[in-house]
């Protein structure tokens, strides 16, 4: 079986998806890898994760959150792993 599942993979990444993995907040949830394809925006993956737009995308630091209509399929690379946060607004 393994043998079909790398041959699976292989597939896919020759037609040009990347693999990701999210982590979550506080342990909210365990670790979940993802599929991103080209064109795909920040939104796409956050409502494959099943999470709302209160929720950000990021690289790791503040400077690398990605927005909501981004695509971000550019700015990744295969096996990058992003952080999805709750997003803060700040007050006035």
Known sequence: M??????????????????????????????????VGPGSTTQDLLNHLGLSRDYALSAGTGDTTFGLSEIIYPLISDGDLLFATSRVDAGS
Do not use: D
């Open 2 to 35: 393994s043998n079909g599942r790398n041959f699976v993979e292989a597939e896919i990444l020759e037609q040009g998806v990347k693999r990701v993995l999210i982590k979550f907040p506080g342990g909210m949830r365990p670790p979940q890898q993802a599929l």
